[in-house]
Structures are given as C-alpha cells and as structure tokens.
C-alpha cells in the first residue's frame, strides 16, 4: 500500500520511506566546534510534549541543534548532525556531525540538559548516549527489539523509555549519575488485541511520560492502541493498567499531553485523522475521542506528530502528503480542537515537529526532501511564519533544538 499505510509491508517500508536499505554507512570523525552547553532546565524532557520550559525571551546567542537522520540509506547523514540556531530570526547553521551512532532517527534530551539519547532504529535495535559537554558517546544498549523510531526520558531522570516499532514492544533502561544507560530492567510486547486492518502485527510508534509521572503510555500503529503502564520507579519494570482502542484501522503513531494533564491529543497516521482524548490521572486510563479533520482534504495524507504551545492554546500536526502544519485552537476548556487552518511546510514529507525551548519557533524536519523548515510561531493567535529558506540536513527526521 501506500507510504503510511504500509505498515503491513513491514517496518522498514513505511519507515523509511526511502528506497532500499543497505548496510551500517562507514563514518568517519568530522571536527566540529563545540555549541554552547545547554543549561539544566532549557530543555523538554520529552521533546514530543513540546512543553518549553524556562523561556528565555532576551536570548541572542546561537543555540544548539541536534538533527536525526538515517545512515544506512542511500544519501542519509553520517551520524547526528551538530547545528545552531539564531533563537531570533530561526536561522540554522551546521556545523558538522557526530558520528559513531547508526541510523539516529529520533533524539531526547535529559532534563539535566547534559546528555542526548539517540535511537538506533536497526534490526538490532539499540539505544545510545551521548554526553554533551565533549561529545562522548557514552555507550549504546540493546533495546530488546527490531525498529526503535522513539524514546522519551521519564522526568526523574532516571529512565530512558523506548518504542520498538518493527516488534512493537517497548523498553526501559536505568539511567546513571553520569547520564550512561544501564542494561535494560524491562521490555514488553504488545500481544494484544489484535493487530488491526492491514496490520501484521503490534508496531509501538511512541513511549512517553504522562504529566502525572507515575504512568507511562505506548501508543501502538499496529494494533490501534495506546497501552497504559506503571513504572516501578526502583525496579524500572512496567505493569499494564489499561488499554485504549482507536476505530480499527486508525493507525495511532503520537501523543501529546496538554500542559493541562486531563487531556491528550492523538495524531492518527493510517485513517489521516486527530482525537481529543480524556486522562484519568487516578486510573492512568485514556478515554480516545471521535476523530476530526486534519486539514488535509482527499489527498494521501500520513498525520506525523502533533504539538500543544506551553500556554496550551494552539496545537500543530505535522501532514506528510499534504506537506503542511496544520493550527488548531484548543477550545471548550481543553476539551475541543477546532481546526484553523494549514501552513505550507516548505518541504517534503514533514516527520517530525518541534518547538524551540521558548515557544517562539517551530521546527519542522522534512524526510523526503532532506531540509528543516523553521517558523515563528506568532504569541498572540499562533499563526506561523516561515523562517528564511529551509536548511539542507540528510534524510531529515528529527530536530531537537535546545
């Protein structure tokens, strides 16, 4: 089938997107100069919360930025790539690549702001991180599965939470003092329900922290569901709670909490649609909506990732197809998106979405076209405003900005 819906195909297909797999790209060391050191705080634990904390409105100095990319397809990058951004005019600069990392399709940061976590979404997959301050790789863990495409670091800061996406399990690993990943302390398979139509099985697409931080989600493409858990925040094992069901065939990929905690927002990849979902911090369970528009008409259209601003007033999908951020207002005390309308991402096939750490630009990395639009995000009615032209980066699938 087509690109989002071809999860039937296998991981790797709808995946990627980008024609044949070959092996692990050779890397060699490129020299880079070091970007500022990110301070504790300026940086969101969960970068797909798109919470900013602590705004820095005065600031003016270039900030670090942290690009994901594919190596092991024909033009993909050589590692993470290493950029920094004018916090003002959203003007990015590369300046080189760190490499040692395979195939870093998705990036978080740890709430120390010193230590970056990369996928490394491989049959083999693993997870693996790096210290900022010089660097280093501080070495990769087995992720227990095929296909890691997400993480997300618990806000104690004490465990690394991943999605396998080929297996569609997800996986826990401990967190040191110094930010290095211990051996993994769980990994659970998705085993039910059933895979849903045109699936040939679970495929976990995202595992994340709910705002109450004793619960954590999974929200599964393949079997229409996002998946409840308790972490044991000794054990660093994981007990289901509950189960929430989509209309078959709605391809769940991403969730995003609003500041608020009671509602959720959830980007649905395979039917092209969007959910208001109700939390229940109490139980950990989610209630999932009717589904809604995402701006994208008749055309092919796979919905990405979705976004809420701090204030939690405006919300953005990603649409890959349509190429497009769409803008929502969040409505009827939190409980409503009401569609706005569609910017033009100035790419192709928009991944991955994000905001500056101070709310005010907006990230956008376009897989197909190997650019990252960036946008001024307006604080008054959240219109956005593209930035100057794209900034070429690799099979661009991820934008971290610090």
Same mark, same amino acid.
């Given at each position: 089938m087509g690109s989002g819906?071809?999860?039937?195909?296998?991981?790797w297909s709808r995946r990627r997107f980008v024609g044949a797999l070959g092996g692990a790209a050779a890397v060699t060391a490129l020299p880079a100069p070091a970007p500022p050191r990110p301070e504790p705080g300026h940086g969101a634990t969960n970068p797909? /919360?798109?919470? !900013? #904390?602590?705004?820095? @409105?005065? +600031?003016? #100095? @270039? /900030? !670090?930025?942290y690009l994901g990319t594919y190596t092991s397809v024909e033009g993909g990058g050589k590692g993470i790539g290493l950029a920094t951004y004018d916090p003002t005019s959203g003007s990015i600069t590369g300046t080189g690549v760190l490499t040692g990392v395979a195939d870093p399709s998705y990036l978080a940061l740890h709430p120390d702001g010193r230590t970056l976590? +990369?996928?490394d979404e491989q049959d083999d997959g693993a997870v693996t991180a790096v210290r900022l301050a010089d660097r280093a790789i501080l070495g990769s863990r087995s992720t227990g599965g095929a296909g890691p495409c997400h993480?997300?670091?618990h806000p104690s800061g004490n465990w690394l939470l991943s999605a396998n996406y080929t297996s569609g399990s997800v996986a826990v690993h401990p967190i040191d003092g110094s930010g290095a990943l211990g051996e993994r302390t769980d990994v659970v398979k998705h085993s039910t329900p059933a895979p849903g139509p045109g699936q040939q099985g679970p495929h976990a697409h995202q595992f994340i922290t709910a705002p109450d931080g004793g619960h954590v989600l999974a929200v599964d493409l393949g079997t229409d569901t996002v998946y409840t858990y308790r972490l044991d925040e000794r054990r660093g094992t994981l007990t289901e709670v509950a189960q929430a069901h989509t209309r078959p065939g709605a391809g769940p990929r991403h969730l995003t909490f609003h500041p608020g905690g009671r509602y959720a927002y959830l980007a649905n990849e395979v039917d092209d649609t969007v959910t208001v979902c109700t939390y229940d911090s109490t139980t950990g369970g989610l209630t999932i909506g009717e589904p809604q528009p995402t701006g994208s008409g008749s055309g092919t259209n796979y919905p990405a990732q979705i976004l809420v601003t701090a204030d939690g007033s405006y919300a953005y999908l990603a649409n890959r197809g349509h190429n497009s951020l769409a803008r929502y207002a969040v409505e009827a005390d939190r409980a409503q998106l009401r569609l706005l309308d569609t910017v @033009?991402?100035?790419?192709?096939? @928009? /991944?991955?979405?994000?905001?500056?750490?101070?709310?005010?630009?907006?990230?956008?990395a376009n897989q197909k076209s190997g650019t990252v639009s960036v946008f001024q995000v307006d604080a008054g009615n959240g219109e956005l405003r593209l930035a100057g032209e794209p900034f070429a980066s690799p099979v661009a699938v991820c934008a971290l900005p610090l």
């Open positions: 819906a071809g999860a039937a195909s296998g991981g797909d /919360r798109a919470t !900013p #904390a602590d705004p820095q @409105p005065h +600031a003016t #100095a @270039p /900030r !670090p930025l976590y +990369a996928v993480l997300s670091v @033009p991402v100035s790419g192709d096939f @928009p /991944r991955q979405i994000a905001f500056s750490p101070d709310g005010t630009l907006l990230f956008a």
